[in-house]
């Protein structure tokens, strides 16, 4: 990953994670902490992990998303978001918190594509944003958008992309 995709993630220059950090990442209970791994099945690599780790309020988890630079801009991430939302419901968690520079605009835009927010609050160089989990399915605003496509005054078009799309999430 790029310097620039790591400070994104953990907000401050990162070179190597510490063991501290790692042990942290890596205890995952399915519960309170998860994590999804996406990997490049014709690799084998690792392309991207969406976690959650759940807060002092039990409804709550912060989420987070990581894509390595090649595979972002191809549909991984909102992907991964989906599927994490989906863990977060079954296990009781009703909205995601995020904390994430202003200037993450690719970011900012997965968080709202969860739906609109429930608040916003200015933390330094960043923004702490609280989003309430969508229903399973594909939410009223994608269903308005297939009604439209339906009607035939629009048509949905698939733009090519720059990478080949993610053949396989596993949980870890």
């Known amino acids: 990953m790029s310097e620039e995709s790591l400070y994104k993630r ?12 790692l042990r942290y990442l890596l205890e995952v209970d399915h519960r309170d902490h998860e994590a999804l791994l996406a990997v490049d099945e014709e690799s084998g690599e690792a392309v991207g992990v969406a976690r959650f780790i759940r807060l002092a309020r039990p409804e709550v988890a912060e989420a987070a998303i990581i894509v390595v630079d090649p595979w ?3 549909g991984l991430g909102k992907a991964m978001m989906r599927m994490l939302a989906q863990a977060a419901r079954e296990v009781g968690v009703t909205s995601f918190e995020a904390n994430v520079l202003y200037d993450n605009a690719p970011m900012l835009a997965l968080i709202d594509s969860l739906g609109p927010r429930a608040s916003v609050k200015r933390d330094g160089s960043s923004l702490v944003i609280e989003v309430p989990l969508p229903d399973p399915g ?10 439209e496509v339906d009607s035939g005054e629009f048509e949905l078009v698939t733009p090519p992309r720059a990478s080949t799309p993610p ?6």
Do not use: N, W, Y
């Not at 953990?10 to 950090?21: C, H, K, V, W, Y």
């Not at 053949?167 to 870890?172: C, L, Y």
């Open 10 to 21: 953990f907000m401050t220059p990162i070179a190597r994670l510490t063991e501290s950090q």
């Open 167 to 172: 053949s396989r999430m596993e949980g870890s």
């Open 72 to 74: 972002q801009g191809s």
């Open 138 to 147: 594909i939410g009223d605003h994608d269903t308005g958008v297939l009604k």
